[in-house]
């Protein structure tokens, strides 16, 4: 009775664990942006609209800026960072404004008193 109980826990194991494995979550652990969100993401880090945001712009916007400059010339075009929002390498404060270094372009802090 025991080695029939083993068997079918090892059974429904092998039938669960191929499903968890494909199962994928943002890098960033946060939930993937939708396309729009994206798009409003770009528009508010490339506010200049220079085409390109570097490494210290998308700080804090792109979660890995090297896994997601696909040519790896230290900058992103929109195709680049729409791929990594596509990827889930773009935090979801980008499309808000919210909390990232890179949407407000300077990264500073006021002192706490």
């Known amino acids: 009775m025991r080695i029939v109980a083993s068997l079918a826990a090892v059974a429904a194991l092998a039938v669960v664990s191929p499903a968890l494995a494909q199962t994928t979550t943002p ?18 880090l490339d506010a200049s609209k220079t085409g ?27 195709a680049e960072f729409m791929a990594a929002c596509d990827k889930g390498l773009v935090t979801a404060s980008a499309a808000t404004g919210s909390g990232g270094r890179g949407m407000t372009g300077n990264g500073t802090t006021s002192p706490k008193k």
């Open 27 to 44: 890098k960033s652990g946060a939930a993937k942006m939708s396309r729009a969100e994206c798009t409003a993401a770009w528009t508010k």
């Open 52 to 78: 390109s945001v570097s490494q210290s712009q998308a700080q804090g916007v792109v979660t890995e800026f090297k896994a997601a400059d696909a040519n790896n010339d230290g900058k992103l075009t929109q």
